[in-house]
């Protein structure tokens, strides 16, 4: 399971004043914490960042990088800041994850630009139209997001499909959905896709004595079912993700699994 | 259309040790399964030690025990012999006679011994214990400092008594076997505890206990067969040190190695036989994964080397 750490969003207020104030410290921290705590990637999370968005990803990419060796996931709608952090992101530490595209003919700009700097992409299964209904429909976008990469020339194999985690207190019927809808995804190609999660907006607008237990549960049924990344608070998931890899055999028990 | 070969690629690879100043010899450090070289690199043969003992091998066997005849009331006659005469590539120098129900010998009389040895020799030598884990964590502390830096390896570190001897090789420089008794589960713990002490991976040697021939045997190679796919298959960074088959202790113990043609003529005859079970023990344990073995019998080690031959 490829973890990829969320705490640098620029929804926490500590990282949103680190990034107005070009301040490094918490940055780097969070970073380095994550990566400690499990993080095989770092999701860097800017926001719509639609004045200096070039400017913020390229000096987070940088900053981000001289601390912790991992590749990272950008993540904002602004293509533009998407290109300016890929030219400084340092591909000696794995590939970076551009998040994201969806069914959105606005979207479709970003997959050229994977393509131009050998990146992998996130494909959000929504359209234009509004949140999918069910699996069936997830499925049906992510059919045409993966025929437009073809497309642009991005191989199937750098895609991850996003089926779009909703949130259990106002839209319970869709996590079961979701959970099927890995399922599918997996049987769109021969190797199956790659799937990702953003996991803990299935306990957004929860009591926050609640989030980790639905966190870590929802987890666990979508990595049963194939679930290939996920983007998650590194300290709360390790754990379960290890024992996930144990139960299911990918790793060999020991009785300190967990330290490994 | 033409056949092609199903390959397997591996994500992992078996830590490569050396052993020795003088001849360095070297094992392990492959990324394929036992002998398929189409689909990796087998960097190294494995490597045969012969076993020697501090105390005359009393308890062995007739047909082995006769080979050394005439050396093995001295350990260090008897680690030249198997170097000059026999080829040796590795000794193995059991001190058994350091068991509280043998001679007790003291940690110091084994140090003495086990340097007297190492001195005769210049191939590597690898120097074990009675398996009696108090006396063995005493033993190998001592042995340990009167052969520092000499890239020898002690052995074996248990469950119990871990702490001390790994202690003792780390400070010493040396390589170090970790035993565990036939569980997959305990042998990945005991690595990981062992390496949790600071004790470098790289110079760890997996011993998962082993068997002769008709004695459980599928037991002990179902455990290292599976040790070298989780190093192999899941890149297990815990299980890929290089493993041992101490194989000579098991296979000149049972039955088909002593009982008479004449007592049972259906087993064929005696020293043919008794030198054929520990070949092909050995050989079936060299196919599970071992890169290490110690033999007893030179004509057992001799028929695996040709063997070795015509696989690599």
């Given at each position: 399971m490829l973890i990829i750490g969320e705490?640098?969003?620029?929804?926490?207020k500590r990282v949103r004043e680190a990034m107005m104030k070009k301040d490094k410290g918490p940055i780097q921290e969070i970073a380095l914490r994550q990566m400690k705590e499990g993080a095989n990637m770092i999701d860097v999370n800017i926001g719509p960042?639609?004045?200096h968005g070039e400017e913020l990803m390229e000096w987070m990419v940088t900053t981000i990088q001289e601390v912790v060796p991992l590749p990272l996931c950008l993540d904002t709608t602004n293509a533009r800041a998407i290109e300016a952090g890929l030219k400084v992101h340092?591909?000696?530490w794995g590939r970076p994850l551009i998040n994201s595209t969806s069914n959105d003919p606005e979207r479709f700009p970003i997959m050229e630009i994977a393509v131009k700097y050998n990146a992998q992409l996130i494909g959000l299964?929504?359209?234009?139209?509004?949140?999918?209904?069910?699996a069936e429909e997830r499925s049906a976008i992510a059919s045409e997001i993966m025929a437009r990469a073809m497309e642009y020339g991005?191989?199937?194999?750098?895609l991850y499909l996003d089926p779009l985690v909703l949130q259990i207190a106002t839209s319970q019927d869709h996590a079961l959905k979701v959970i099927k809808t890995i399922r599918m995804f997996q049987e769109l190609n021969d190797p199956p896709m790659k799937t990702v999660v953003g996991l803990s907006n299935i306990s957004n607008g929860c009591p926050k004595h609640l989030r980790p237990i639905l966190n870590c549960y929802y987890f666990a049924l979508l990595a049963y079912e194939g679930l290939t990344a996920a983007i998650v608070d590194p300290h709360e998931i390790t754990p379960v993700s290890k024992t996930i890899d144990v139960i299911m055999g990918n790793t060999l028990y020991a009785h300190s699994y967990l330290e490994m | 259309m033409s056949f092609v070969v199903p390959k397997e690629t591996y994500s992992g690879k078996v830590y490569e040790v050396s052993i020795g100043t003088d001849k360095v010899a070297s094992f392990g450090g492959e990324?394929?399964?036992?002998?398929?070289?189409f689909e990796g690199t087998a960097k190294n043969r494995p490597l045969i030690a012969f076993e020697i003992q501090?105390?005359?091998?009393?308890?062995?066997?007739?047909t082995v025990k006769k080979v050394y005849e005439g050396v093995s009331a001295n350990p260090v006659e008897w680690a030249k012999y198997c170097q000059d005469?026999?080829?040796?590539?590795a000794i193995a120098l059991r001190?058994?006679?350091?068991h509280p129900d043998r001679l007790d010998r003291s940690p110091d009389e084994a140090a003495k011994i086990a340097s007297d040895v190492l001195a005769a020799l210049n191939v590597p030598l690898i120097i074990l214990g009675s398996n009696h884990v108090d006396k063995d964590a005493a033993v190998l502390c001592a042995v340990a400092m009167a052969v520092k830096d000499k890239n020898c390896i002690i052995g074996k570190a248990q469950e119990e008594n871990h702490k001390t001897i790994a202690a003792a090789a780390m400070a010493n420089n040396l390589k170090l076997i970790a035993m565990s008794n036939l569980d997959i589960n305990l042998s990945k713990q005991l690595n990981i505890l062992i390496t949790q002490?600071?004790?470098?991976?790289?110079?760890l040697i997996t011993d998962p206990m082993c068997s002769a021939l008709g004695y459980g045997l599928d037991y002990t190679y179902s455990v290292m067969e599976r040790i070298r796919l989780a190093a192999l298959t899941q890149n297990d960074v815990t299980m890929q040190q290089p493993l041992l088959g101490d194989i000579g202790m098991y296979v000149w113990k049972v039955k088909e190695t002593q009982a008479l043609e004449a007592d049972?003529?259906?087993?064929?005859?005696l020293e043919d036989r008794a030198v054929a079970w520990e070949a092909v023990t050995a050989t079936a344990f060299m196919i599970a994964g071992a890169e290490l073995l110690i033999m007893r019998h030179p004509k057992a080690v001799e028929a695996l080397e040709k063997l070795i031959d015509e696989l690599m």
């Open positions: 705490k640098l969003s620029i929804i926490a960042a639609e004045d340092n591909n000696q299964t929504v359209g234009k139209g509004g949140l999918p209904a069910d991005l191989p199937l194999e750098d | 990324n394929m399964l036992p002998f398929l070289s501090d105390i005359p091998p009393d308890d062995w066997p007739d005469k026999l080829g040796a590539k001190l058994l006679g350091t002490m600071g004790f470098d991976k790289e110079k049972l003529p259906m087993l064929g005859a």
